[in-house]
Structures are given as structure tokens and as C-alpha cells.
Nanobody, 119 residues
Framework: QVQLVESGGGLVQAGESLRLSCAAS????????MRWFRQAPGKGREFVAR????????YYADSVKGRFTISRDNAKNTVYLQMNLLKPEDTAIYYC????????????WGQGTQVTVSS
């Protein structure tokens, strides 16, 4: 069982920055792959970024590559999404996801945090 709580969203102008946080709780959390997704009104949920607690590997959607950075603080069980050079098309609800496959699979989502970028 993993619980996720996102924070850090808000209203900013194009070109500005935001840092989202995803605070996690639960046992054996390091076994989960962490991802950020986003969903704009009337659109499907879109992958944004991925990071593993057990490695330094990261992966980004082409739409955010070079602007967003996913990172972690294992001592705080927290995943971050640093969003720079924000664009109006980045406007969405951003969700944190914890996923694990294999013999004990799991898929958990936070409640989401709203990011609105004005032009």
C-alpha cells in the first residue's frame, strides 16, 4: 500500500517555473517506479517523466525534455518535478504515480495538483 500526495501546483505566466512535490508513504517504497503524468481538460492522461528509486535512470516525454527535471530525495520519500520555461500547453492536472510489476504488482495515484500557465 502506497499513498501519494502531490503539491506545488499553481498559476504562473509562460516562461516561469514551478516545482511539484510528491510525498510518498508505505513499506518497501524503493521497489516502485515513480512517474509523473498530466491530464488537460478534455484530454487523456499523458506521461511526463519517470524515475526509479533504485537507480539514477530518468526518462522524459519529448514534449517536456530539456525543460522538466524529475528527481528524488530518498530520505524524505519524495519525488520532485522541476518545471522550467513553462508553456500554456503545460496547463493540466499533474499526477504522481507509483508502479510495480511482477509477483506483487501495484499501481497507485495521488490526487493531483493543478498547474495553470497563462500566456
Amino acid at each position: 500500500q502506497v499513498q501519494l500526495v502531490e503539491s506545488g501546483g499553481g498559476l504562473v505566466q509562460a516562461g516561469e517555473s514551478l516545482r511539484l512535490s510528491c510525498a510518498a508513504s508505505g513499506r518497501t517504497f524503493s521497489s516502485y517506479t515513480m512517474r509523473w503524468f498530466r491530464q488537460a481538460p478534455g484530454k487523456g492522461r499523458e506521461f511526463v517523466a519517470r524515475i526509479n528509486w533504485s537507480s539514477i535512470s530518468t526518462y522524459y516525454a519529448d514534449s517536456v525534455k530539456g525543460r522538466f527535471t524529475i528527481s528524488r530525495d530518498n530520505a524524505k520519500n519524495t519525488v520532485y518535478l522541476q518545471m522550467n520555461l513553462l508553456k500554456p500547453e503545460d496547463t493540466a492536472i499533474y499526477y504522481c504515480n507509483a508502479n510495480r510489476e511482477g509477483i506483487a504488482p501495484g499501481d497507485y495515484w495521488g490526487q493531483g495538483t493543478q498547474v495553470t500557465v497563462s500566456s
